[in-house]
């Protein structure tokens, strides 16, 4: 949902998303908004202008001027910055989500700045050279037994508060909502253990809900203080440290048995004089308690 600025008194223009019309459609007085979120992906903060000549009532006059997004009901597309209420006033730092590119034991991105999953074992045998990996290359068909993963970091990425010291509980993510294309492939932990899906909507994006400590342990751990080496390995998150999220990808069957997808949605690429087909998509990673979102890229590729 989405303001409308109707050149006068603003107006609240509200839409269901496509999920919240198919529950509202069940006709069966079951439909209740139970929680709703709020967003500014629109605005630019960076437009504030406190040198304005015309005083205080003037330095946020272009952010106001700003257009405000029209409703429309893709949920995968609006979002992407929620807004989050802290009670708390004493706050200088709010904790972030990063990619971590830094830990040896990922594989960081591959060279074209995605993380690549090989769609099939002959794809993997194909990329793989003396049974090893290269970075950013997750073996699609194999979870259970490559090494490379993908790693999110949580914490306070600040250097003006000690890594030493411990995130506050009310800045700890412990549980991560994982949004991804259904029809591509599946999550899974870095041991090639299958998450279960909580809902799959009509645009076939999956949601996985995952905590720390629940049935989905192997996911979510706690982030290791900073013993007052500045420079400990792997590490993304400059000040107080909250979790990590670890996680592989499976391909699906249809990606697996068909060339379908790759040749409807995708292109192709080469890889040491070898022609892929590739499909690109994003992995979206929410984190449940301050509604930080990262975007992860992610390039399913299958040996022609």
Avoid: C, H, W
């Avoid at 995952?210 to 400059?238: C, E, H, M, W, Y």
Wanted: aromatic share 8%; proline share 3%; glycine share 8%.
């Amino acid at each position: 949902m989405a303001f409308l600025d109707n050149s006068g008194d603003i107006i609240l223009d509200a839409v269901l998303t496509d999920t919240g019309r198919l529950r509202l459609a069940r006709g069966d007085g079951s439909f209740r908004i139970a929680k709703f979120a709020l967003g500014d992906d629109e605005i630019d903060y960076g437009k504030y202008d406190p040198t304005n000549t015309g005083g205080s009532p003037f330095y946020a006059v272009q952010i106001m001027k700003t257009p405000v997004f029209e409703a429309f009901t893709n949920n995968t597309s609006t979002m992407q910055s929620k807004l989050i209420s802290i009670s708390r006033t004493n706050l200088l730092y709010l904790p972030v989500i990063k990619l971590n590119t830094l830990d040896p034991a990922n594989g960081t991105y591959s060279t074209s700045n995605t993380f690549m999953v090989t769609a099939d074992n002959t794809t993997s045998n194909s990329i793989t050279v003396d049974d090893s990996l290269a970075s950013g290359i997750l073996l699609g068909d194999d979870v259970s037994n490559s090494s490379n993963f993908i790693r999110l970091d949580q914490g306070l990425d600040t250097t003006k508060l000690s890594a030493t010291t411990t995130i506050d509980a009310d800045l700890k993510e412990t549980q991560y909502i994982i949004e991804m294309d259904n029809r591509f492939g599946t999550l899974t932990s870095k041991t090639g253990v299958q998450a279960d899906v909580s809902f799959v909507d009509d645009d076939n994006i999956a949601s996985y809900f995952l905590s720390q400590g629940a049935t989905t342990a192997g996911f979510i751990s706690n982030l290791p203080r900073n013993t007052g080496d500045k420079t400990q390995v792997g590490q993304t998150i400059a000040g107080p440290r909250g979790t990590f999220l670890e996680f592989k990808v499976q391909s699906s069957v249809d990606l697996q048995g068909s060339n379908y997808l790759f040749t409807t949605l995708g292109s192709t690429t080469i890889i040491n004089a070898v022609t892929y087909m590739t499909l690109d998509t994003t992995i979206k990673v929410t984190g449940a308690t301050t509604g930080y979102r990262v975007d992860v890229p992610v390039r399913f590729i299958k040996k022609q």
